[in-house]
T-cell receptor, first 114, second 116 residues
Framework: EPEVTQTPSHQVTQMGQEVILRCVPI?????FYWYRQILGQKVEFLVS????????KSEIFDDQFSVERPDGSNFTLKIRSTKLEDSAMYFC????????????FGPGTRLTVL | AQSVTQLGSHVSVSEGALVLLRCNYS??????LFWYVQYPNQGLQLLLK??????LVKGINGFEAEFKKSETSFHLTKPSAHMSDAAEYFC??????????????FGSGTRLQVQP
């Protein structure tokens, strides 16, 4: 069964460093998302991406964040200069198309900022 | 704007007892509603979804939920709890709009404990 994959599973970085989190959505899906979950808190929407551009973003998704679909398969989230409060689990999700409504989630990347 | 409220951050039931996890939503347009389950150190797995078809929705692992528009609720139930049901459960709403506006808004989650 097709699934969303994410790498790495765990990333440790120093404050101020750049990180890139990678996701491979399900191959025929068209809509892509990033969410984050700070430890012990609820899952929060960061950004949605469709047709090679951001379609919606939350107030969390400030200038330190960017997303890219560099090729036909990967979908990346970059944090330019990490802060301690960026430590969280980051989930990627994808949806099949205009008629689809189920978001398929990846297993997540745990980001730890020291 | 859309929002989800899950009543009860922790619910504890005995094995074999009824599970009831509460979810109320707010949405300015007809919603899609979802329940996700998260096991420790794992991602989110879809349990079931409501997308304007039958109001009683059956999902995996014996769970079901009923959409009640008049009460703006989408409570999750299971007749008989199993030890393996212990997990965090999230209710989420996604508005039914055109391309793009499909982000999920999650509730704060309910941690289900199942006592032997």
């Amino acid at each position: 069964e097709p699934e969303v994959t994410q790498t790495p599973s765990h990333q440790v970085t120093q404050m101020g460093q750049e990180v890139i989190l990678r996701c491979v959505p399900i191959s025929n899906h068209l809509y892509f998302y990033w969410y984050r979950q700070i430890l012990g808190q609820k899952v929060e929407f960061l950004v949605s991406f469709y047709n090679n551009e951001i379609s919606e973003k939350s107030e969390i998704f400030d200038d330190q964040f960017s997303v890219e679909r560099p090729d036909g398969s990967n979908f990346t989230l970059k944090i330019r200069s990490t802060k301690l409060e960026d430590s969280a689990m980051y989930f990627c999700a994808s949806v099949a198309g205009a008629g689809g409504n189920e978001q398929f989630f990846g297993p997540g990347t745990r980001l730890t900022v020291l | 704007a859309q929002s989800v409220t899950q009543l009860g951050s922790h619910v504890s039931v005995s094995e074999g007892a009824l599970v009831l996890l509460r979810c109320n939503y707010s949405s300015s347009v007809p919603p899609y509603l979802f329940w996700y389950v998260q096991y420790p150190n794992q991602g989110l797995q879809l349990l079931l979804k409501y997308t304007s078809a039958a109001t009683l929705v059956k999902g995996i692992n014996g769970f079901e939920a009923e959409f009640k528009k008049s009460e703006t609720s989408f409570h999750l139930t299971k007749p008989s709890a199993h030890m393996s049901d212990a997990a965090e459960y999230f209710c989420a709403v996604s508005t039914r709009m055109d391309t793009g506006r499909r982000a999920l808004t999650f509730g704060s989650g309910t941690r289900l404990q199942v006592q032997p």
